[in-house]
């Protein structure tokens, strides 16, 4: 999971909603698609907010708030986050686990809270938690499933990569070269 510095609204997010007064979610159609590239490219780098896993075009904008429990945060601009849309893991993954609001009380919200002081990964491509007496971030790999058996996967051949490539390249080279998972990479480079 990556920390996100969320923006001011883009004018033609907060034009919109002015002009328009939207009710429902549905009513931003004309302009989902532009707030979302708009979101991935300028806060979140090309990356899932929670699965750090670079996004190429299956995405969607999660309410990190449901819409259900929260409507009256539907079109709060530091709600809204670009997510990978497997079911399996990540925001829709996270949406069948919210029974209700107390939940949030015990989830990372990478816009307010920092998930790297929270959650840590390990070489064998796991994600845990650094504070066992804090709930926060096994709470959150698990509503978002973060250790789902292709992340892991995933993250296991990106750390292979680093281990093979981390002689010969920079911190931000590696990055590059390695595509997914910014934190875990960064993290683990500086580990050894």
């Known amino acids: 999971m ?23 979610w549905n009513d931003i159609a004309p302009i989902r698609e532009k707030l979302r590239n ?16 670079k996004i190429t075009k299956e995405c969607h904008i999660d309410h990190f708030y449901t819409r259900n429990l929260y409507p009256e ?32 009380d015990t989830l990372i919200n990478p816009t307010t ?20 007496q804090d709930q926060r971030g096994t709470q959150t790999i698990q509503y978002f499933n973060l250790n ?4 892991v996967n ?4 990106a750390i292979e990569c680093l281990i093979a490539m981390k ?8 990055v590059e070269a390695i595509g997914d998972f910014e934190t875990m990479v960064r993290q683990l480079y500086k580990q050894g």
């Open 167 to 174: 002689n010969d390249l920079k911190e931000d080279e590696l």
């Open 113 to 132: 809270d920092n998930p790297a002081d929270y959650l840590e990964y390990t070489f064998t491509g796991e994600v845990e938690s650094l504070r066992e």
């Open 38 to 53: 708009h979101i991935l490219e300028h806060e979140q780098q090309g990356y899932c907010a929670y699965t750090e896993i």
């Open 2 to 24: 990556r920390n996100i510095t969320k923006e001011n609204p883009p004018a033609f997010f907060s034009d919109f909603i002015r002009k328009e007064q939207p009710k429902g």
């Open 148 to 151: 789902e058996r292709s992340l």
């Open 154 to 157: 995933r993250r296991k051949r």
């Open 73 to 104: 945060k539907t079109f709060q601009y530091d709600n809204l986050l670009v997510s990978c849309n497997s079911e399996n893991y990540g925001a829709k993954y996270k949406d069948k686990q919210i029974k209700g609001k107390a939940d949030y």
